[in-house]
């Protein structure tokens, strides 16, 4: 009864092994056990900028450089605390995600816009957006 019980629990495990690998960077959920902007947050702080570049869409992203998107997040301030704070799924492939935030003692949430372009999640950055989450 007990090796059926390992059995069964290395099955498990290996199916959520399998499961997880399955759906990396396909949604805003799927990043390494985080979110999304928790993992562009992290690369930020380890100064990753080129790997932060292919996880945007949008007009910012779309207009600048490769390059300028890099000198423009290395200027960015983004080492805010933050949590999400819940989930609404708007399609197959896009979804909508509400984060808190502490900034200097007061919490405020944000919304950032998801989808999946080209089998990879990405947030979707225009001018606004970019002003939301790197200029508070």
Known sequence: MK???ILFSICLNLHALQAQ?????????????TDI???????HKNQQYAQMRPF???PVSSKL???QLENKLTDARFGYEMKRAGVKTLSKTE???TYQRSIAATSETFVVKCALLNDTCRVYLDEN????????
């Open 37 to 43: 902007l928790t993992y562009l947050q992290v690369l």
């Open 129 to 136: 957006a970019w002003k939301l989450i790197f200029e508070r």
């Open 95 to 97: 979804w909508s995600i």
């Open 65 to 67: 450089t490769k390059k």
């Open 56 to 58: 945007f869409y949008g």
């Open 3 to 5: 090796k059926i019980a």
């Open 21 to 33: 690998s399955n759906c990396l960077f396909k949604n805003p959920l799927c990043f390494y056990n």
